[in-house]
């Protein structure tokens, strides 16, 4: 059936959703050391987050601004690319805190906040030397319903966004005598789904309300480093790694796959 464009307001009915679907950014870095703290310790940490697509994630992100729906009222490949995008990464800057706590000698958990969600963990060192340590830890995240646009956005609800994820982080690091600083590299991958149902749109518009939901598999690398004295640290990170996003866009089934970089910064204190 030969397909014609929609009128310019029809048009753009989805541009609202897939840019609000942007909000509070998606990253979840680790932001601590290879090495765990004492049994008992507690470490509370606060600072910022970023999410960044490139490579085809930015191109897809590039392509909602361009959206070309059907009569029937269903986004293109393109766009349902681009919202799939927004909806998974969430690209933008976030407010990020954590607080660890040594379980057991070698042993600790953590819980963290970074404005899109939450994420629980627990982590196992083992020491190579007095100052080389390897960690392995695993990690379940949610992604709470209505923080990544935070409110309605140009007349579209976005408050049913929610989801769920896991994580593995592989870590080996450095620490200096005293803790003065300390340096971190590893491997982690993923697993994260987030979905919406019943999204409306401007009321009096022809589009009925739909559903998105997106999955993401993702795998990559990071470094991370801090220097302090006795209980104060400031630290930093950078995480990259490669993703593929799968879902459907109101009926559009689409994938991507791209590069997100994830750097991120914060201040801890041990008491």
């Not at 057991?104 to 100052?131: C, H, I, M, P, Q």
């Not at 991958?189 to 149902?197: L, P, Q, R, S, T």
């Not at 459907?248 to 994938?255: F, I």
Request: net charge negative; charged share 15%; with cysteine.
């Amino acid at each position: 059936m030969r397909e014609r464009r929609l009128s310019g307001r029809t048009r753009f009915l989805y541009v609202p959703l897939l840019l609000g679907l942007a909000g509070c950014g998606g990253g979840l870095p680790l932001l601590h050391p290879a090495q765990a703290i004492d049994p008992g310790q507690v470490r509370a940490a606060a600072g910022f987050s970023g999410n960044m697509a490139a490579g085809e994630f930015a191109g897809a992100l590039r392509a909602v601004a361009r959206p070309n729906t059907t009569v029937a009222g269903e986004p293109d490949t393109a766009t349902a690319e681009g919202a799939l995008v927004e909806a998974s990464l969430a690209p933008g800057i976030a407010p990020w805190a954590a607080a660890r706590v040594g379980i057991w000698e070698n042993a600790e958990g953590g819980l963290t906040y970074t404005g899109r969600a939450v994420r629980a963990d627990v982590r196992r060192v083992f020491k190579l030397s007095r100052t080389w340590s390897v960690s392995v830890g695993g990690a379940g995240s949610a992604v709470l319903s209505g923080r990544q646009a935070g409110e309605t956005v140009a007349e579209v609800d976005l408050g049913s966004l929610h989801g769920w994820g896991a994580d593995a982080p592989v870590l080996v690091g450095y620490s200096s005598d005293g803790d003065l600083y300390m340096v971190w590299l590893g491997a982690r991958g993923g697993w994260e789904h987030v979905e919406a149902g019943g999204m409306q749109s401007e009321p009096g518009m022809p589009a009925p309300p739909f559903s998105i939901s997106a999955t993401r598999w993702w795998g990559g690398g990071l470094l991370g480093a801090a220097v302090g004295f006795q209980h104060v640290h400031v630290a930093m990170e950078i995480d990259a790694s490669y993703a593929n996003v799968t879902g459907n866009v109101a009926g559009t089934h689409a994938n991507v796959s791209g590069l997100m970089l994830t750097p991120a910064g914060c201040v801890w204190w041990d008491f």
